[in-house]
């Protein structure tokens, strides 16, 4: 079977966030499984793209609606260590630009418009292929109007058979864009217009929703809430509901392995506290912090809906109360959040610290090195980052939605499986009396140990979740 993902990131060449982080071990997974997957994404001016020797393997022009003809190019690059067929789309002044989404200035004005013009090179590159691919699956709203243009407008009527699969990692944004933007699509027939509109607009999110052979997003969880709260397209998830279900995604094993990983300052040998000793003793190079007491770190994007906006006030409240604990904070985000944290910086100093940048190597020795993971998330459609804590051995303190709810069960209500601490409304209260919880582990230590030993030895895994992926396949293929 041969596969082809599209997307607007793929880890290593182009990450943001988890969504790169499942583009670039899936179609690993399967192709060490027998599938042929490989991935298409935009060609940006990011360093790891940039120092890469690359072959053009098409080079041509797609035609919009408006009969205009845009050129570009896609490039492959060698295998490496990847292990599967990475492909960059390549339009000049689109994507040759030092950012994903924006830059150092702030976010692209024109991502949407962009995002439709990678998607039409991808299927004009496909229509030459010999051998067409079994499947295209698509990623988020970057890719979202494929499973129509595939369907609905003449230039591409030779794909109109290929099934399509569309994932959600991330149904917040839906790449909504203006009808006047009408003519930069490919022609389509005007009767089938109304399966691009939602809300008025021209709505990606959606129009994949009604048109793709399948959607799935990365939790159960996450789908079933899609239906009661997914900004506006409650309605449509219910209505497409029977092709709809949640795949919970896994790690790359080979990326996230205590024992290999080449980001640590120590690696794991045999001894687990060890191995949790010196990292926390490394994190003491970046930041300040009081060494017997315990580390709870926040790793992420510093937005709303991953709870960042939580930490300033529920910080305050845990150290105001006297708690012996510490806090790291890494990620970049919006800027109030910054100065808040900055702040809280100051005012906690020795208690308080954060790391306000993307940090891939910091990162992993943050989950090494600290005790617990905090995810306060408001919306969490899979979560990669409680995966990557629990093997690592950091025990994730999480809010009970989408696929944390799926991933960590309470330590409380099941003190012999449990992984974490869960607490289920978004408010500082609920959260400090987690902390408070996980602090009383902390200080037994024997059983600290055995849960730690425990969570490292649980197995989240890409074949799990690439088999779940395979039968799929095989039903619309
Ligand atoms: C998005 C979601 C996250 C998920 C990831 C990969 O980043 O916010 O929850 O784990 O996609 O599917």
């Not at 030092?98 to 990678?118: L, T």
């Given at each position: 079977?041969?596969?082809?993902?599209?997307?607007?990131?793929?880890?290593?060449?182009?990450?943001?966030?988890?969504?790169?982080?499942?583009?670039?071990?899936?179609?690993?997974?399967?192709?060490?499984?027998?599938?042929?997957?490989?991935?298409?994404?935009?060609?940006?001016?990011?360093?790891?793209?940039?120092?890469?020797?690359?072959?053009?393997?098409?080079?041509?022009?797609?035609?919009?609606?408006?009969?205009?003809?845009?050129?570009?190019?896609?490039?492959?690059?060698?295998?490496?260590?990847?292990?599967?067929?990475?492909?960059?789309?390549?339009?000049?002044?689109?994507?040759?630009?030092?950012?994903?989404?924006?830059?150092?200035?702030?976010?692209?004005?024109?991502?949407?418009?962009?995002?439709?013009?990678?998607?039409?090179?991808?299927?004009?590159?496909?229509?030459?292929?010999?051998?067409?691919?079994?499947?295209?699956?698509?990623?988020?709203?970057?890719?979202?109007?494929?499973?129509?243009?595939?369907?609905?407008?003449?230039?591409?009527?030779?794909?109109?058979?290929?099934?399509?699969?569309?994932?959600?990692?991330?149904?917040?944004?839906?790449?909504?864009?203006?009808?006047?933007?009408?003519?930069?699509?490919?022609?389509?027939?005007?009767?089938?217009?109304?399966?691009?509109?939602?809300?008025?607009?021209?709505?990606?999110?959606?129009?994949?929703?009604?048109?793709?052979?399948?959607?799935?997003?990365?939790?159960?969880?996450?789908?079933?809430?899609?239906?009661?709260?997914?900004?506006?397209?409650?309605?449509?998830?219910?209505?497409?509901?029977?092709?709809?279900?949640?795949?919970l995604n896994g790690i790359d094993a080979q990326v996230w392995d205590p024992q290999q990983d080449s980001y640590l300052p120590v690696r794991?040998?045999?001894?687990?506290?060890?191995?949790?000793?010196?990292?926390?003793?490394?994190?003491?190079?970046?930041?300040?912090?009081?060494?017997?007491?315990?580390?709870?770190?926040?790793?992420?994007?510093?937005?709303?809906?991953?709870?960042?906006?939580?930490?300033?006030?529920?910080?305050?409240?845990?150290?105001?109360?006297?708690?012996?604990?510490n806090f790291l904070i890494l990620g970049t985000g919006e800027a109030d959040l910054h100065d808040a944290l900055r702040e809280l910086n100051?005012?906690?100093?020795?208690?308080?610290?954060?790391?306000?940048?993307?940090?891939?190597?910091?990162?992993?020795?943050?989950?090494?090195?600290?005790?617990?993971?905090?995810?306060?998330?408001?919306?969490?459609?899979?979560?990669?980052?409680?995966?990557?804590?629990?093997?690592?051995?950091?025990?994730?303190?999480?809010?009970?939605?989408?696929?944390?709810?799926?991933?960590?069960?309470?330590?409380?209500?099941?003190?012999?499986?449990?992984?974490?601490?869960?607490?289920?409304?978004?408010?500082?209260?609920?959260?400090?009396?987690?902390?408070?919880?996980?602090?009383?582990?902390?200080?037994?230590?024997?059983?600290?140990?055995?849960?730690?030993?425990?969570?490292?030895?649980?197995?989240?895994?890409?074949?799990?979740?690439?088999?779940?992926?395979?039968?799929?396949?095989?039903?619309?293929?």
């Amino acid at each position: 079977m041969r596969v082809l993902h599209i997307s607007a990131e793929c880890y290593p060449a182009a990450k943001a966030g988890g969504l790169g982080d499942v583009v670039g071990a899936l179609p690993k997974y399967q192709n060490q499984s027998g599938i042929a997957a490989g991935v298409v994404i935009p060609k940006y001016d990011l360093p790891w793209i940039r120092n890469r020797p690359t072959e053009v393997v098409y080079s041509g022009a797609f035609r919009m609606a408006n009969g205009v003809y845009y050129p570009f190019a896609v490039e492959q690059t060698g295998m490496d260590n990847l292990g599967f067929p990475l492909f960059f789309v390549n339009i000049p002044g689109q994507f040759d630009r030092q950012g994903i989404y924006g830059d150092a200035s702030g976010w692209f004005g024109d991502n949407e418009e962009r995002f439709v013009f990678f998607q039409q090179a991808v299927l004009q590159w496909v229509l030459q292929f010999a051998e067409k691919p079994d499947l295209l699956h698509c990623h988020d709203h970057h890719s979202g109007l494929i499973p129509f243009m595939v369907k609905y407008c003449p230039d591409y009527h030779l794909l109109k058979d290929i099934p399509t699969v569309f994932t959600i990692h991330n149904g917040e944004y839906q790449g909504a864009l203006h009808w006047d933007k009408y003519p930069i699509l490919p022609a389509f027939y005007p009767e089938a217009s109304g399966l691009l509109e939602w809300n008025g607009n021209i709505n990606s999110l959606a129009c994949a929703i009604k048109c793709a052979w399948a959607v799935t997003t990365v939790s159960q969880s996450y789908m079933e809430e899609l239906a009661y709260t997914s900004n506006g397209l409650e309605s449509l998830i219910r209505d497409e509901w029977p092709k709809c279900r949640g795949i919970l995604n896994g790690i790359d094993a080979q990326v996230w392995d205590p024992q290999q990983d080449s980001y640590l300052p120590v690696r794991l040998a045999t001894d687990v506290d060890a191995f949790k000793q010196e990292n926390k003793n490394a994190l003491f190079s970046r930041f300040q912090f009081q060494e017997q007491d315990p580390v709870f770190t926040f790793i992420g994007r510093l937005v709303r809906e991953k709870g960042a906006d939580l930490l300033p006030g529920l910080i305050r409240q845990v150290l105001d109360s006297g708690l012996a604990v510490n806090f790291l904070i890494l990620g970049t985000g919006e800027a109030d959040l910054h100065d808040a944290l900055r702040e809280l910086n100051w005012v906690y100093r020795g208690r308080c610290d954060a790391v306000l940048e993307y940090n891939e190597a910091l990162a992993h020795t943050l989950y090494a090195g600290s005790d617990f993971l905090l995810m306060p998330s408001l919306v969490e459609p899979c979560g990669l980052n409680q995966m990557y804590a629990l093997r690592y051995g950091t025990i994730p303190i999480v809010r009970t939605v989408g696929g944390l709810k799926d991933t960590v069960i309470d330590l409380g209500a099941f003190p012999e499986e449990g992984r974490g601490f869960r607490f289920d409304h978004f408010t500082v209260d609920d959260a400090h009396h987690a902390i408070w919880r996980a602090y009383s582990l902390y200080q037994d230590s024997s059983q600290m140990k055995s849960v730690r030993k425990r969570i490292m030895a649980e197995d989240f895994s890409w074949e799990k979740a690439a088999n779940n992926y395979f039968h799929l396949y095989q039903e619309l293929v």
